[in-house]
């Protein structure tokens, strides 16, 4: 079974940094498209970021661009959302997906994974 782990949440006081990081086992995810998706109490889980397979191609939510950046070293069977200048309307729970190995202009749909970590918990405080 393919499983997915996310780690490196935390708290944080507003404008520091955290890397989260999720590691998959039961198969190497390097040809896979790769998800970072959030969600905060009472709202809907939301699109944070996607990468390709060779990180030739991401995207991002308009509310973390040019604050966290996504990345992953398929060596290590691992992603990664480094977050900088955090905000006090960041905290949530991250969850890590694994989605297709067809890449699209969007990959914002939950409904485009198939593999979800059980999350972590990012809260930042003012």
């Known amino acids: 079974q393919v499983q997915l782990a996310e780690s490196g949440g935390g708290l944080v006081q507003a404008g520091g940094s955290l890397r989260l990081s999720c590691v998959a086992s039961g198969r190497t995810f390097s040809t896979y498209n790769m998800g970072w998706f959030r969600q905060a109490p009472g709202k809907e889980r939301e699109f944070v970021a996607a990468?390709?397979?060779?990180?030739?191609?991401?995207n991002y939510a308009v509310f973390v661009r040019g604050r966290f950046t996504i990345s992953r070293d398929n060596a290590k069977n691992t992603v990664y959302l480094q977050m900088n200048s955090l905000k006090p309307e960041d905290t949530a729970v991250y969850y890590c997906?694994?989605?297709?190995?067809?890449?699209?202009?969007?990959?914002?749909?939950?409904?485009?994974?198939?593999?979800w970590g059980q999350g972590t918990q990012v809260t930042v405080s003012s």
């Open positions: 997906a694994e989605g297709s190995r067809v890449w699209s202009l969007s990959l914002t749909s939950t409904s485009e994974y198939n593999y």
């Open positions: 990468i390709n397979w060779n990180s030739d191609n991401t």
